[in-house]
Antibody
């Protein structure tokens, strides 16, 4: 089914940088779009960014646009999130998730979902 | 403030049927399919329902999803103690060009 393991979280001062990694195993990483999703403990899920197979399509949430950069190394089966100009409100548990794309023949449309999630890595931005 | 609106809490007794609503708009639920995730305390989210009403293998048929217009619902029948978790709805938003989630509904099994 596949497994995702995040790493790279930690404590960083406001304005600082951090790079998160998400190592994939058990599936063909280079066949899947990938996402980063974050969650403040006790709060809801917030989508951060997504990337397609060859990095030609990348999207960000407005809250991180211009500060975060998503990338991937298919040879290493690893997804990254470079986080710059960090703010206190970026403090959260960061999950990576695998994206599935399917086509509904009966409905004539594509549908998407995140089917495999990592356990997350914690980012704390504080002075 | 989440784009999709869910009740913050729901509850039921073992064996009961519980429904959780998820309300959105024309650019998210109204235009795209809805997924539901279950998050047990201290764990990562788990896919529960995709494409509005489909269950991944391994998810009991006690869980069902539906969508109508700009709203969706998750129903859990035959409630069990292990169903106590947070439940999140999600959809792609064509206007934001990103995924949106509901704020989550914490389910308590009394």
């Amino acid at each position: 089914e596949g497994q995702l393991v995040e790493s790279g979280g930690g404590l960083v001062k406001p304005g600082g940088s951090l790079r998160l990694s998400c190592e994939a195993s058990g599936f063909s990483f280079n066949s899947y779009w990938m996402h980063w999703v974050r969650q403040v403990p006790g709060k809801g899920l917030v989508w951060v960014s997504r990337i397609n197979i060859d990095e030609s399509t990348i999207n960000y949430a407005d809250s991180v646009k211009g500060r975060f950069t998503i990338s991937r190394d298919n040879a290493k089966s690893t997804l990254y999130l470079q986080m710059d100009s960090l703010r206190a409100e970026d403090s959260a548990l960061y999950f990576c998730a695998r994206n599935v794309i399917k086509y509904s023949n009966s409905g004539g449309y594509y549908y998407y979902y995140m089917d495999v999630w990592g356990k997350g890595t914690t980012v704390t931005v504080s002075s | 403030q989440s784009v999709l609106t869910q009740p913050p809490s729901a509850s039921g007794t073992p064996g009961q049927r519980v429904t959780i609503s998820c309300s959105g708009g024309s650019s998210d639920i109204g235009s795209n399919t809805v997924n539901w995730y279950q998050q047990l305390p201290g764990t990562a989210p788990k896919l529960l329902i995709f494409n509005n009403d489909q269950r991944p293998s391994g998810v009991p048929d006690r869980f069902s999803g539906s969508k109508s217009g700009t709203s969706a619902s998750l129903a859990i029948s035959g409630l069990q103690s292990e169903d106590e978790a947070d439940y999140f709805c999600s959809a792609w938003d064509d206007s934001l060009n990103g995924w949106v989630f509901g704020g989550g509904t914490g389910l308590t099994v009394l």
